[in-house]
């Protein structure tokens, strides 16, 4: 199973991204999707979670900021980031379950620029 992330980027603050993360491989279905972030000098640290059936986590950091939605036929997972701030620059890895067992993307950068 692979997971490759897109969308990070360069925005100033106040501005907006979106991620993507598309599963591929032999999975028969995919369970909980998520994404994390790390900063610098940063553990990482859990954003957002998005079970199959649809219910939806957020880090208090992000409430009201963030959005996780996800693709169950295109095994995508999204994340719509606005009102970004320079606090939210980190690499955003996305994870996976499927089949008992967790899958990490390698990252995408998102840099906010005060």
Do not use: H
Request: net charge positive; glycine share 14%.
């Amino acid at each position: 199973v692979q997971l490759v992330e897109s969308g990070g980027g360069l925005v100033q603050a106040g501005g907006s991204l979106r991620l993507s993360c598309a599963a591929s491989g032999s999975i028969f279905s995919i369970n909980d999707m998520g994404w994390y972030r790390q900063a610098p000098g940063a553990q990482r640290e859990s954003v957002a979670r998005i079970t199959r059936s649809g219910s939806t986590y957020y880090a208090d950091s992000v409430k009201g900021r963030f959005t996780i939605s996800r693709d169950n036929a295109k095994k995508t997972v999204y994340l719509q980031m606005n009102s970004l701030q320079p606090g939210d620059t980190a690499v955003y890895y996305c994870k996976a379950a499927a089949g008992g067992m967790y899958y990490w993307g390698k990252g995408t950068l998102v840099t906010v620029s005060s």
